[in-house]
């Protein structure tokens, strides 16, 4: 046994870097310290954007999944309606998501390192557009019961696409990208979840009462979705894994903004393409000698999978998901006085204009002060709207509270709690396991989003609406403390490094020309 964890420890390349060297020297002596590395040129970051803008529109349909009950729970309980809906149909309904999005997770741990990251978002979109589908489809029906089962099959295929998404696009985004640029384009996910949000949310606002056109206005959209996946190369990660070194070269090629055509030698793509190969190349040879059950006892691989379970676990019982998808029904508890789906469309604007500056707070405060931050506020937030309630003759005559600290909430949020867990799933697993290891996460933080979802009609009614408030907050201060001790900052890392994070239980603090604006963030150790 011991000879054969030696042997595999044999192919473990290290992170590849250009020569260690200290900061003055880096600028005093090497002319090409300032110059930009090679994926980080106009044309190379214009291409990279691109292709996650295109994986990322698929991501959008998916927040239209999750936020659709909130703008069409109002009229599926009008018993005036030919169709309604009574307590326990809506909430499942409304929770039904989740209760397949665990399904989504093992789906997308199976596919991701099997079919790659292109084609998982593309049965991804499929799975979502089938659902859309069958929730257009649905009315056609003159039985009562097949509608609603119908409807409850659409909604469950929507789940599986939500929990299919969390990461593949991410993952690709990893991947094709440096360091620095990393993060703006793993937050797309965010994003387009966010985008998709408020698109739906909009939809509710103009189109009161007719949700069938809502359904069909989601499901073109879905369509389009799909077709924007063929355009996007695959990954050259997972194309060297997978031996097509002909096809990863080319894909590389085209993510560091060179010609298709090669009529130069480019001595830092072919020292960037070797590195990936052998780093490609080892992540083959132990996945080749390892099981998923010896895999997983690994500290690289079962550390951050604890972490990202438990991160996400506190993700859904802080109530982020729950506001969501109850936006307008919460809205009308809260004492809100205006229009509650405005107030939804406000939410959604805000979740919106706070993830577009989310990359630049990331990359400024790091991973872990936003965390802690994030849910600190929201914590705050949730002790307010409960305050109204506790205390109706003094905090509750404030009309607008309820309205701020809705919002606030949704902003706070979008800072971390929202945002985080899903930026960080894309970063902490290694190469080899990325995909059944964030399919692991997954499945277990969307098994407490169904639970928390499906029971929050039953806590508000045995806890009342301030109480259930105040068990939020308590989450969420629990969750500052989660990140504070056992969330790593990620900023500034390569891929390997985290790895070796969770290998050593420490980063190896090293200065080099490509990554030295970055560390200068950061309190530097030069490595002896």
Not at 138 to 160: N, P, T
Not at 338 to 344: C, M, N, Y
Not at 373 to 379: D, K, L, P, R, V
Request: with cysteine; hydrophobic share 50%.
């Amino acid at each position: 046994m011991k000879g054969q964890q030696e042997a595999q420890e044999e192919h473990l390349v290290p992170p590849y870097k250009p020569t260690v060297i200290s900061k003055d020297v880096a600028k005093a002596e090497d002319p090409l310290a300032k110059d930009k590395p090679l994926g980080e040129s106009k044309l190379a970051v214009l291409r990279q954007e691109l292709m996650v803008f295109l994986g990322n529109s698929g991501v959008l349909g998916s927040g239209m999944v999750v936020s659709m009950p909130a703008v069409t729970l109002n009229q599926l309980h009008d018993e005036t309606q030919p169709f309604w809906l009574n307590k326990d149909e809506s909430s499942w309904f409304a929770s039904i998501q989740n209760m397949a999005c665990p399904l989504g997770g093992l789906l997308v741990s199976y596919f991701l390192d099997r079919i790659g990251r292109k084609y998982t978002i593309l049965l991804t979109n499929l799975i979502g557009l089938i659902g859309w589908i069958l929730l257009v489809t649905s009315f056609m029906h003159e039985d009562r019961d097949m509608i609603y089962y119908q409807m409850l099959l659409g909604r469950a295929f929507g789940g599986i696409m939500i929990g299919m998404f969390v990461s593949p696009v991410g993952v690709y985004s990893a991947e094709i990208s440096l360091p620095r640029i990393r993060g703006r384009l793993i937050l797309g996910t965010s994003l387009g979840l966010a985008s998709g949000i408020l698109l739906m949310y909009c939809l509710g606002y103009f189109i009161r009462h007719n949700i069938v056109l809502i359904f069909g206005i989601s499901c073109g959209y879905q369509l389009m979705a799909t077709l924007l996946v063929f355009p996007m190369p695959e990954s050259p990660s997972w194309l060297l894994t997978k031996g097509r070194e002909e096809r990863a070269r080319t894909s590389l090629r085209y993510f560091r903004g060179l010609p298709k055509k090669e009529v130069d030698y480019v001595p830092e793509f072919e020292a960037e393409l070797s590195h990936m190969k052998e780093v490609a190349d080892a992540s083959m040879s132990t996945a080749a000698s390892e099981s998923l059950s010896q895999m997983i006892h690994r500290p690289e691989v079962y550390k951050p999978v604890l972490m990202m379970t438990t991160f996400f676990g506190f993700q859904q019982a802080c109530g982020v998901v729950v506001i969501i998808v109850y936006a307008v029904q919460i809205a009308q508890q809260a004492g809100v006085t205006i229009d509650p789906v405005l107030v939804a469309v406000m939410l959604g604007v805000a979740r919106i204009v706070t993830t577009f500056f989310m990359s630049g707070i990331f990359e400024k405060w790091g991973r872990k002060p936003s965390g802690i931050f994030s849910a600190t506020g929201m914590g705050f937030c949730m002790l307010l709207l409960a305050a109204g309630s506790w205390f109706p003759e003094s905090v509750g005559v404030i009309h607008w509270l309820p309205v701020l600290c809705i919002v606030a909430h949704i902003v706070f949020s979008t800072m971390g709690m929202l945002t985080l867990p899903f930026f960080m799933i894309s970063e902490v697993f290694p190469q080899r396991a990325r995909g059944s290891a964030s399919g692991i996460a997954i499945f277990f933080g969307m098994i407490l989003a169904f639970v928390m979802l499906k029971i929050y009609p039953n806590m508000e009614a045995a806890l009342g609406t301030a109480n259930l408030f105040a068990f939020y907050a308590g989450i969420s201060f629990l969750a500052a403390a989660f990140i504070g001790v056992f969330v790593p900052e990620t900023r500034g890392r390569t891929l390997e490094e985290l790895e070796e994070r969770w290998q050593t239980g420490k980063f190896s603090r090293r200065l080099t020309v490509n990554n030295l604006k970055d560390v200068e963030l950061h309190e530097v150790f030069l490595k002896k």
